[in-house]
């Protein structure tokens, strides 16, 4: 946060959140690099290997296309750690206090006792509209992650869950 806190002051929040977002890529590269590796060795890439298909080929058509919805995991959680760390330091500060943003919102809150004073919506809006954009992006990660892993597309737990509810159904309509 050392970078962003520099340039938060003289470049706008926007700009923030995307110094923020480009400076937050070698988590996700590395996760990246691995899911890569993984499908290198994978027996429908050696067989692509053995039939001669060129090299980029095998990149675009064998191996991108199971990295999409990583890629989407990483590209979404990037923007999440952007705007709470935007948030974070237009809270702390480190900000142009005549832009309006959440954490600018909070700050003047802090400033102006809102607690103490029972003006509860001074915090109350911003800290809703973090965590309203914050859970519509979790759950829009939650669902690459569902088609990232096959483990969670289908088997026991849909099965389960479906079970559950056609049982309750069941005793609802009894009940009637």
């Known amino acids: 946060l050392v970078l962003p806190a520099l340039l938060a002051g003289t470049v706008g929040p926007l700009a923030t959140m995307t110094i923020i977002a480009l400076t937050s890529w ?7 690099r691995a899911q890569t590796m993984a499908l290198r060795n994978r027996e429908f890439i050696t067989a692509a290997r053995m039939v001669g298909e060129p090299s980029w080929r095998i990149i675009f058509v064998e191996i991108l296309p199971n990295l999409v919805p990583l890629i989407g995991i990483n590209i979404v959680g990037s923007i999440i750690y952007a705007i709470v760390a935007q948030t974070t330091l237009e809270y702390l500060g480190f900000g142009d206090p005549l832009n309006v943003t959440w954490g600018t919102m909070l700050y003047n809150a802090q ?12 915090i109350g809006a911003p800290a809703m509209g973090i965590a309203l954009v914050g859970l519509g992006l979790a759950l829009l990660n939650f669902t690459f992650d569902e088609i990232a892993n096959p483990q969670l597309r289908s088997g026991p737990a849909l099965s389960r869950w479906l079970r559950l509810t056609r049982l309750r159904r069941r005793e609802l309509e009894a009940a009637a």
């Open 26 to 32: 070698p988590w996700g590269a590395r996760m990246t």
């Open 111 to 122: 400033n102006s006792s809102a607690i103490i004073v029972g003006a509860w919506w001074d």
